[in-house]
């Protein structure tokens, strides 16, 4: 086992963290070859100098506040990624199934593959979203009122929340804007936390679909826990110390 120097330990924590975007005690610990202790002091040292955030049991980056931004910025990026996640998402619906679709430009992927299902009902809460799934005969569109937020072209507050209250679906596909696996799955907006807080208690199952690079990240409000969440469609962008983490919480994993 190689010994390394105080600047060396230090150092490779960064590197790791930068990789995986959080990175545990335990884990540092044991590559290191040094007691937690030691790990623990520094950790200290460098989220003093405002190189990351101390977590129960860890470190996640000092950027994992994720910030608001519009729908068409968000489309272009990881655009790959977003496809194949969503080409997944669909093939887990089935003819006859009643969905709940979140808003988010992975879930308009989704959309865009559901053209050779049949006898569908969809509540959706985004209009970007609906109006991929127009075009779809045999889709019975429940488009959900409320008002819009313009950065992600769907509806939130009290008229979105009854209509959703009023339902009971057999699978909710959620978006979110990061998850941390303390924190749990997170979006930018109260509001629409709010309203997937009752998707969620709307439907039999919930899948995130999620690309790896909103992992170890959090938006201003919590959605839920990952006991909420029966499986995770993301990325093989993912690291491997998010699928430990995954694994050892007992959620379902499918990597595209």
Do not use: W
């Not at 507050?157 to 979110?176: I, R, W």
């Not at 201003?220 to 050892?248: A, P």
């Amino acid at each position: 086992m190689a010994v390394y120097s105080v600047a060396e330990r230090r150092n490779k924590a960064l590197n790791l963290l930068k990789e995986n975007g959080q990175v545990s005690v335990t884990e540092l610990s044991e590559l290191l070859d040094v007691s937690e202790v030691t790990i623990r002091k520094d950790l200290q040292y460098l989220e003093r100098r405002n190189l990351l955030i101390r977590t129960h049991g860890g470190a996640m980056q000092n950027n994992y506040l994720v910030q608001d931004q519009h729908f068409e910025v968000k489309g272009k990026k990881y655009a790959d990624e977003k496809r194949r996640i969503g080409e997944a998402a669909a093939s887990l619906v089935q003819d006859g199934d009643t969905i709940i679709m979140d808003a988010g430009t992975t879930m308009i992927q989704l959309a865009r593959c559901l053209h050779n299902k049949r006898n569908l009902t969809i509540l959706s809460s985004a209009i970007n979203v609906a109006m991929e799934l127009m075009h779809i005969p045999d889709v019975q569109l429940v488009m959900l009122g409320g008002v819009i937020r313009s950065t992600s072209a769907a509806v939130v507050g009290p008229f979105a929340e009854t209509m959703v209250n009023e339902h009971y679906c057999s699978k909710l596909f959620l978006a979110g804007d990061g998850l941390d696996p303390d924190f749990g799955v997170t979006t930018t907006n109260g509001l629409e936390a709010h309203l997937n807080k009752m998707m969620i208690a709307s439907a039999q199952e919930t899948i995130l679909i999620m690309d790896s690079s909103k992992f170890g990240r959090r938006g201003l409000s919590r959605i839920c826990g990952l006991d909420k969440i029966n499986l995770i469609i993301t990325d093989s962008g993912i690291s491997d110390h998010m699928k430990k983490v995954f694994e050892e919480r007992d959620v379902p994993l499918m990597i595209v």
